[in-house]
């Protein structure tokens, strides 16, 4: 009997090593451990490549390999016949793989032993099963499916990037248990990814920054494949690197201009999965936990789901015109009454901005850098000097000092990692949504502006 | 059978075959197709010179086959939880019945299993479905151990520990 491969994804877990059987030239057998083997689709497995050994040998002289597969609940034997086709030693199998191995190798106890040197690509000739399941699978999360309609109705309900972003997280700690999760868009101009909404952590670390590449953040996002790791291991602890990864702002040599990396300090299982519209990355869903082995490949389903849902409603949701923008629906949404103000008194605060990267300063404390940076100090500059506290986006999207790279930018999330410093900072300045479209300056103290030149 | 000049085992790979570890058994057809298949059980003699390892006919179709075809054979055994691995080969390989009185046998390798597979986290139930099998179903590979191998995954793995007298290197 010929079963698809899905059937066997908890095989492919690495909860159970897998035993591959490869033949010489000369007809000498050679069984071997294989760490992992990766479902690449329904056609196709890669086996890491970890060694130059005798099963790399045979493979090479003698394509066809014989993988044993145990189910790690059923205790089912599979066994897959294959004909390897090529090795790879980059992109998104590649990198998959080399972070799961990393997992692998932590939990097996051989961190610096276990290294992914290439992925072997194998054509799958056959799937046999052997015998009937012994033990009875685990019953399906069976809610899974209703969740995910839950889910997807909740965010196509959505009317603002704000709420997305909030009713995303909210689906995940409420509805699928995930308690801690981060929400990271993509910088076109930079390159970096943005934490724009968080939960589940001591503090929310919106606009701390990640490169591409870096952790399984930036490795999910560069190679715009699902990462996901069941154990942490010594030399994958991310977030270590994360933390590295965030350089010093040039022109503030004396305070940096970084915001901390939210993340667990201990985490054990991470899951990260790129959001991307179309041909474009927009950012990251990363999800993490102190426990080992919390994300199943169905909790990676259930994600790539919703961060395809999120990339269609983040582009959907900048593409519709706000009634501001536009023409005659003026009227219909109607602005909220400004906030209740204290009066404008106290000390004046004293704000300064580093012309070079835009990097802003409240008092001695680092608020923001980069285009959401120019877009608070024009609106800062724009109350002073004229007293304003009401804008438009489409002002802001038009104003060419701003730097913003296209008409594709993103200009709803900057506006909301804006908004998100502007309340974690304190309540002298904040800056608040005062319709569709619309922005409300809300200022408590008279405002020192400093220009830093370099 | 010949007594090796030099031992092809080391004696800490013959106490962790002694205490019963995963036995997992590979051949290869003739047009060089690869066959694989987990032991339920095996017995080791005369310092692994010599070795039986026993195998559910049902699960194992191909394999037999190709072991009575070719009479080539290799036999890694495991412990899971250290992940000492050794290999043996052999092209001196055939079928042959289940030894009698090999119940006991059986049963204590499924209980040094239990404990070595519950060291990496499985519960005794599962260890019993994942070597389940009917007594009338059983056979055995008896082979004659031409090269011992250390695969150990680190910087030995692929090493030769021992070969029989007369075993081409």
């Known amino acids: 009997m010929t079963l698809p491969l899905s059937a066997l994804r908890a095989c492919f877990e690495g909860a159970i090593p897998s035993m ?6 000369d007809g000498t057998p050679n069984v071997a451990y294989i760490s992992q083997v990766f479902c690449v689709d329904d056609g196709h497995v890669a086996l890491s490549f970890q060694f130059f050994n005798k099963t790399r040998q045979n493979i090479l002289a003698n394509p066809r390999a014989t993988v044993l597969l145990l189910h790690p609940v059923t205790a089912q034997f599979f066994r897959l016949h294959l004909r390897y086709l ?6 998104p199998v590649f990198e998959s793989m080399k972070a799961q191995l990393a997992g692998i190798a932590s939990h097996a106890g051989m961190d610096g032993v276990f290294r992914l040197l290439g992925s072997d690509i194998y054509e799958v000739l056959q799937v046999e099963e052997v015998g009937e399941p012994a033990l009875p699978d685990t019953p399906a999360r069976c809610s899974r499916l209703g969740l995910l309609r839950q889910a997807a109705q909740r965010l196509s309900a959505c009317v603002s990037l704000e709420q997305l972003l909030d009713t995303c997280l909210d689906v995940l700690g409420q509805s699928l248990g995930m308690a801690h999760a981060m929400v990271l868009m993509l910088d076109p101009i930079t390159q970096r990814l943005y934490t724009v909404a968080s939960h589940g952590y001591d503090r929310s670390g919106v606009g701390s920054e990640i490169a591409l590449g870096d952790g399984v953040i930036g490795v999910a996002a560069r190679e715009r494949t699902p990462v996901r790791i069941s154990h942490m291991n010594s030399a994958y602890l991310y977030s270590k690197a994360l933390r590295n990864s965030m350089q010093p702002a040039a022109g503030a040599p004396q305070q940096l201009a970084e915001i901390p990396y939210p993340g667990l300090l201990a985490p054990h299982s991470q899951l990260a999965v790129p959001i991307v519209s179309g041909d474009c990355l927009r950012g990251v869903l990363f999800v993490e936990s102190p426990l080992d082995l919390q994300f199943t490949f169905e909790d990676e389903d259930a994600l790539v789901v919703i961060a395809a849902h999120l990339g269609a409603a983040i582009d959907h949701l900048r593409d519709v ?11 219909a949404h109607k602005a909220p009454p400004a906030r209740q103000h204290a009066a404008v008194d106290g000390p004046p605060l004293r704000i300064r901005r580093y012309a070079s990267n835009n990097s802003i300063f409240v008092g001695d404390e680092y608020l923001i850098k980069g285009v959401a940076g120019a877009i608070l100090w024009r609106l800062l500059r724009e109350y002073r000097q004229h007293g304003r506290t009401e804008f438009t986006n489409r002002e802001l999207r038009l104003d060419p000092t701003l730097g913003l790279p296209d008409i594709s930018d993103n200009l709803e999330a900057r506006l909301v990692l804006l908004q998100r410093r502007l309340r974690e900072y ?17 200022v ?7 220009e830093v030149a370099g | 059978v010949s007594a090796t000049s030099s031992p092809l085992l080391r004696p800490e790979h013959l106490a962790m075959m002694d205490r019963g570890v995963s036995a997992i058994v590979g051949s290869c057809s003739r047009a060089l197709v690869p066959s694989v298949m987990r032991a339920v059980g095996y017995r080791v003699v005369a310092e692994g010179a010599e070795v039986m390892v026993y195998l559910a006919r049902s699960q194992s179709r191909q394999l037999l086959q190709d072991v009575a075809d070719t009479g080539r054979v290799s036999v890694v055994f495991s412990e899971p939880f250290s992940h000492v691995t050794v290999q043996l080969k052999s092209a001196r390989a055939r079928v042959v019945p289940i030894p009698s009185q090999v119940e006991a046998e059986l049963a204590r390798y499924r209980l040094a299993m239990e404990h070595e597979v519950g060291k990496v986290g499985f519960p005794p139930t599962f260890v019993q479905a994942m070597l389940r099998h009917d007594m009338d179903d059983l056979v055995a590979v008896h082979l004659l151990t031409d090269v011992a191998f250390d695969q150990t995954p680190g910087p030995h793995a692929g090493q030769v520990i021992g070969r029989a007298n007369g075993a081409e290197p």
């Open chain 1, 444 to 450: 408590g103290r008279p405002l020192d502006l400093v």
């Open chain 1, 426 to 442: 304190g309540p002298h300045l904040r800056l608040e949504k005062c319709g569709r479209g619309r922005l409300r300056l809300e």
């Open chain 1, 321 to 331: 015109p706000a009634p501001a923008e536009g023409a005659a629906a003026e009227g």
């Open chain 1, 20 to 25: 591959m059987t490869t033949c010489a030239i």
């Open chain 1, 86 to 91: 090529r090795t790879e030693s980059s992109g």
